[in-house]
């Protein structure tokens, strides 16, 4: 930088001073000098680099994780999804429903230091829309926030992100336009399912809005219903919602569709109305000790899902 301006001042003097025809000549050569030495500038400039998806770093990290979360990379797909939807590390980043904390022990870590990670769970009113969700229960889930934040700090390296928790129910308040992303992944059918309850997904698409800055970035991994579903077999109670949906309820809510992708995509995956996602792997349910049923579903493997990527207006 110290070389820019010091070209710059003698190409003003050589203005102040010299032939015109001598200035100009030598006025493009320092101006040239300039465009042909960026690389002699150095430490001193203020040059950032656009920030890239680091597929080395992300590579290291999955193949560090346990050989169980390994075993769904088939069917989920971490790499190639996070690379579609543009995470990089440094990024602020929202991640809906974060249960077990299968993705946030892979962002924690490719985040760094200069990033933030955010879990966002269900707002609390939503969870007595469950039938297994007793007060007891319900009262756990209030002190889920400081929970996460407490389990990820310990997946989190040292020199890891800073890390939040919130809810859909939570106003954006302070960290209103903060996030650069915010990921639901298999996240939005029991938001869906309970919309007309309480008006949940609504809820959840106005707040990622607003905690997203403008241009900021929705990934989506959901259970695919076969378009040819009669929308109320659709709703996400069967854990599957229809594409075309999605992408609609999405873009009333203030975000254009960027692009879809196959990456998570199960043709085998043939569901008749009335299936659930929950009867193919990894949860099997239905099977018991039938063998047969067993070998046919474990064959078909897990659900067929879209990936879609939209853009805050």
């Known amino acids: 930088m110290r070389k820019l301006l010091a070209l710059t001042a003698a190409t003003l003097i050589l203005i102040s001073c010299g032939d015109a025809s001598e ?4 006025a493009k050569a320092a101006m040239s000098d300039i465009a042909s030495n960026d690389d002699a500038l ?3 400039t203020t040059y950032a680099a656009e ?8 590579e290291k990290i999955l193949t560090a994780q346990p050989e169980k979360v390994q075993a769904r990379y088939g069917a989920r797909h971490p790499a190639e999804t996070l690379e579609f939807f543009g995470i990089t590390p440094g990024m602020a980043i929202g991640e809906a429903l974060p249960g077990g904390g299968w993705y946030t022990k892979i962002l924690a870590p490719y985040l760094g230091e200069k990033g933030k990670l955010v879990g966002i769970d269900y707002t609390i009113d939503m969870w007595s829309e469950f039938g297994f969700a007793n007060e007891a229960f319900i009262e756990t889930k209030k002190k889920w926030p400081e929970e996460f934040v407490a389990k990820s700090a310990e997946w989190a390296p040292e020199n890891g992100p800073e890390i939040a928790a919130r809810t859909f129910g939570t106003p954006a308040g ?3 336009g903060q996030l650069d992303a915010i990921l639901f992944t298999r996240a939005l059918h029991n938001l869906s399912r309970f919309e007309a309850e309480g008006g949940y997904l609504g809820q959840a698409m106005k707040n990622s809005h607003d905690l997203l800055k403008t241009g900021g970035i929705v990934g989506v991994v959901q259970h695919r219903a076969p378009a040819d579903w009669d929308d109320a077999s659709a709703t996400g109670s069967a854990g599957y919602l229809k594409q075309a949906n999605v992408i609609a309820a999405f873009e009333s809510a203030g975000f254009d569709l960027v692009k879809t992708s196959e990456i998570n995509a199960n043709p085998k995956d043939k569901p008749a109305e009335g299936d659930v996602v929950w009867r193919l792997p990894p949860s099997l349910n239905g099977v018991g000790d039938d063998a047969a049923l067993r070998a046919e579903r474990l064959a078909i493997g897990e659900t067929d899902r879209m990936t ?6």
Not at 23 to 26: A, L, P, Q, R, S
């Open 308 to 313: 879609l990527l939209f853009k805050k207006r």
């Open 174 to 176: 302070e960290m209103a």
């Open 23 to 26: 200035v100009d000549t030598k």
């Open 42 to 44: 150095g430490s001193d």
């Open 51 to 58: 920030p890239k998806f680091d597929a080395a770093k992300l």
